[in-house]
């Protein structure tokens, strides 16, 4: 299989902590997708342009994090960091679904900051997905995920979205959120991954 993704990307990093825990990283191979070339491949396996892409053997091509995570657990035999069934799986669901909104709202600002000029920024738009961010935490900080022994992709997502902080907006996110802060330390320490897919 073939993932094609950017070592900065917290939803391809997602998809290889995943990949990791499910013991199916030896069978992907990473190629480093550039998202704003209109000759890179990328588009010819996603006529989105957006990572992460994964490639099967047979050449299908499946996107996006989701839907790429969904199937390395079915790969792996099903129900290992998707609950199968019940009120659980929903949990787990909808906590990767916070996590991936405080994702996608963190790109948001990086991106109107890299892809506008100054004098057509809107500090308006900006503020509006820094409000998603902060609520996003705020419910994680009152709520802090189960951090099991093989950790369900709802909390491999916190951890993604918490590392992508880190990495565009520095610590602090942290600032009156002690529990997040320390489960953060919690599931580095526990998921060597973590560290492995750190983007530099």
């Not at 047979?58 to 079915?74: A, E, F, N, P, Q």
């Not at 500090?123 to 705020?138: A, I, M, N």
């Not at 995920?145 to 709802?154: A, E, Q």
């Amino acid at each position: 299989m073939i993932l094609r993704s950017s070592p900065a990307s917290p939803f391809g990093r997602k998809v290889k902590i995943a990949a990791h825990v499910l013991g199916v990283m030896d069978r992907i191979e990473i190629i480093v997708a550039d998202t704003l070339n209109p000759e890179d491949s990328l588009r010819t396996r996603n006529p989105l342009g957006k990572i992460p892409a994964l490639t099967l053997e047979d050449g299908t091509t499946l996107y996006d994090s989701r839907v790429i995570v969904d199937y390395l657990d079915h790969l792996a035999g099903g129900g290992k960091i998707i609950p199968a069934h019940g009120k659980e799986r929903f949990e787990v669901l909808t906590l990767q679904a916070l996590a991936d909104g405080v994702m996608d709202a963190a790109l948001l600002q990086v991106y109107e900051t890299r892809f506008r000029d100054e004098d057509k920024r809107s500090p308006k738009w900006v503020e509006h997905q820094s409000g998603k961010v902060t609520r996003g935490l705020d419910a994680l900080e009152a709520h802090v995920p189960h951090l099991s022994p093989v950790p369900t992709i709802g909390a491999i997502a916190v951890a993604c979205a918490l590392g992508y902080l880190d990495l565009r907006f520095g610590e602090g996110w942290r600032s009156g959120r002690p529990r997040l802060a320390a489960w953060l330390d919690d599931f580095a320490a526990r998921v060597p991954s973590y560290a492995v897919t750190m983007p530099h």
